[in-house]
């Protein structure tokens, strides 16, 4: 099980904190957690991962791997800017955007496009022709995005 966490490079301690609660739930259910492997909520998300002795794989932007965070456990520099998005997202089974800036608002729509579920919490809202959409499944407490993310992802493989 593959869970992509998806948010702004820079955060503010609130949101940090939602991030690393996130970060920990997944890896004691027992998944791995992909992300951006920078900072802000990244770095929040994988620190709490790491805590709870998950593994935290980090799609880097440039070439070198020592651009990754320190609680990242597998690092993949790809070279690729903000195109790296594209890989989080076709690498995860199911994504957890908290918060976010433009880059995280691409991974959710490279994700919708393909067919990926994307849990909100505190991120983007989608409105087209005046009308709300439901598309992201928005929830209030890690707990939640966690418990709904892993629920996602066994209903897929049956």
């Given amino acids: 099980m593959y869970i992509g966490v998806i948010g702004q490079s820079q955060c503010n301690e ?4 939602i991030a690393e609660e996130v970060g920990e739930l997944i890896a004691r259910n027992g998944a791995v957690m992909i992300c951006g492997g920078m900072g ?9 991962a790491r805590s709870a002795g998950g593994v935290t794989i980090g799609i880097l932007p440039g070439f070198s791997r020592e651009e990754a965070n320190s609680y990242i456990s597998i690092s993949i520099p790809t070279g690729l800017g903000p195109a790296r998005n594209l890989i989080i997202v076709r690498a995860s089974d199911v994504l957890i955007a908290i918060s976010g800036g433009y880059g995280t608002l ?8 393909f067919g990926k579920p994307v849990i909100g919490l505190y991120t983007w809202g989608l409105n ?5 959409l439901q598309d992201i499944m928005i929830v ?8 709904k993310a892993m629920e996602l992802i066994k209903d897929n493989r049956q």
């Fill in 140 to 147: 209030r407490t890690p707990r939640e995005a966690v418990s």
């Fill in 14 to 17: 609130e949101i940090a904190s």
């Fill in 40 to 48: 802000g909520v990244m770095e929040a998300a994988s620190r709490g």
């Fill in 106 to 113: 691409t991974e959710i729509a490279f994700a919708l496009h």
């Fill in 128 to 132: 087209r022709e005046g009308k709300d």
